[in-house]
């Protein structure tokens, strides 16, 4: 299941996907750098500024876990997340797909539940349950009705001070990581050419550029001492913040944390060390062509500076030039492209609440009539048109305008902001950086976008990818 980012909840961002879409998020290299990004989180709130949702925030003092709490009385339901502050991006090398194997131990048992139990007992209760794995995060969830929130507490944190992670059941799920692999990627020609687009911008050994799944081979190598050693190091609850939202009182909640997983042994946790970004792509230039797609896809993707690395005072304008740029019928590529008759669908990506160096990007669909040489310089053309000229006041007012309309869709969900709060500070930027989004966003300028376009576009370490249809004529792309 996907992360819930500020980007996704927006009305525009869902406008214009293509499965051509390569955005991946990341982080940073030392401690210091998450140091940095909770100075650089964004410019002073304006007085009188109301925090989106208003979430209380503290630590337990025996064993460090960061605790958040959101109360929402509106239905007598609750969701509770529990977030690592580890990845895919801690994957040791030679071992992709680590975090995400031990995910799926995960739901092997712990001290007092069996294998299996955890899911059927959320079920037998009328609940679900699931979790995900990010390059910068591992969370685990659960939405109930709000009188079955101590059980759900106690589970998990009965998972998070024992996991079982037996041998008996290890081959059994490699199997199932490997068939989920076929599944999402090696049968599907988009999946495997974002991957293999991934991997010509950052290098296929590179954090960034390694699949969260894992290469087949590595998945393959991974033994059982691998996932308890990554267990064993990263999965402390210093390491991992509770979020939970919904119908229960904050004095309620605070006593059963206490009860539930202030008991927990304290264990340190390392700090997280990743490589830096290359100072060139892998490949500048990636053609595919496979039989299995009907439909040409363009993709274009820059390394770009986020709110925790880099020139972290370009995020927001960043933020903002990805939705002016591609955010729906009202953008620059898709009157450029989509109106034209160029393409079915174009559009732009890039989140600044991820660790370390990020990835802004452009995508487009071609009409199967047009060349893909001819959709690519008319791409070229709305950038550099851009870059000339600047962005209008009309059209920087217009993205943030949708932008931030579309945060209050988040509180209509209950499990918006404990994945967005999760997210957020389980990669060391404060609360401030989801609460007042909407202000900061508002805050950007032209003047801050025209900038932040001069930084990243022309001059970035970037990669341009095609995915053809196997009859695509030879001389259709160049390069």
Do not use: C
């Amino acid at each position: 299941m996907p992360l819930v980012t500020r980007r996704s909840i927006t009305i525009a961002a869902a406008a214009a996907a293509t499965a051509a879409a390569v955005a991946a998020p990341s982080s940073p290299a030392t401690a210091a750098d998450a140091a940095a990004a909770r100075d650089n989180a964004g410019p002073p709130v304006p007085p009188g500024e109301r925090p989106l949702f208003g979430a209380q925030l503290w630590r337990l003092p025996h064993n460090g876990l960061t605790v958040a709490f959101v109360e929402n009385r509106r239905a007598p339901v609750v969701a509770q997340y529990l977030f690592y502050g580890v990845g895919a991006g801690e994957d040791p090398s030679g071992r992709s797909g680590v975090a995400h194997f031990l995910e799926h131990m995960m739901f092997k048992g712990s001290r007092n539940v069996p294998s299996g139990a955890f899911s059927q007992i959320v079920a037998r209760e009328g609940g679900n349950d699931n979790a995900f794995t990010s390059r910068d995060v591992t969370a685990y969830f659960q939405h109930v009705e709000a009188s079955r929130l101590p059980l759900v507490m106690r589970m998990e944190a009965d998972r998070v001070a024992g996991a079982t992670l037996g041998a008996e059941e290890f081959e059994a799920e490699r199997q199932v990581v490997l068939e989920e692999r076929r599944t999402r990627t090696d049968s599907n020609p988009r999946a495997r050419f974002r991957e293999a687009f991934d991997a010509a911008l950052w290098g296929p050994q590179h954090w960034h550029g390694r699949p969260i799944i894992g290469w087949e081979d590595e998945i393959r190598a991974i033994t059982l001492d691998d996932l308890r050693g990554f267990y064993a190091r990263w999965y402390a609850p210093e390491n991992a913040v509770l979020v939970v939202a919904g119908d229960v009182r904050e004095a309620e909640f605070r006593r059963l944390v206490e009860q539930e997983y202030g008991a927990i042994p304290a264990r340190e946790a390392p700090r997280r060390m990743r490589a830096p970004a290359p100072a060139a792509p892998h490949e500048p230039r990636l053609i595919r062509r496979d039989p299995g797609v009907r439909e040409a896809a363009y993709a274009r993707s820059w390394m770009a500076p986020t709110l925790t690395a880099g020139e972290t005072k370009y995020a927001y304008a960043l933020e903002v030039l990805a939705h002016l740029l591609g955010g729906g019928q009202g953008s620059r590529l898709f009157k450029a492209l989509v109106e034209t008759g160029l393409a079915v669908g174009a559009g732009a990506g890039y989140d600044s609440d991820s660790l370390g160096a990020g990835t802004f990007s452009v995508y487009a669909t071609p009409r199967r009539e047009v060349a893909p040489d001819r959709l690519e310089s008319a791409a070229d053309d709305v950038l550099k048109r851009l870059l000339d000229e600047g962005p209008t006041e009309e059209e920087v007012a217009r993205s943030i305008r949708q932008m931030t309309a579309g945060a209050l869709l988040a509180l209509d969900s209950l499990g918006a902001a404990p994945r967005m709060i999760g997210g957020t500070l389980a990669i060391g930027l404060p609360i401030e950086a989801v609460e007042y989004w909407p202000a900061r966003l508002r805050a950007v300028t032209r003047a801050q976008v025209a900038e932040a376009a001069r930084a990243v576009l022309p001059a970035a370490p970037n990669t341009v990818g095609w995915l053809l249809p196997a009859d695509a004529p030879a001389g259709s792309v160049r390069g």
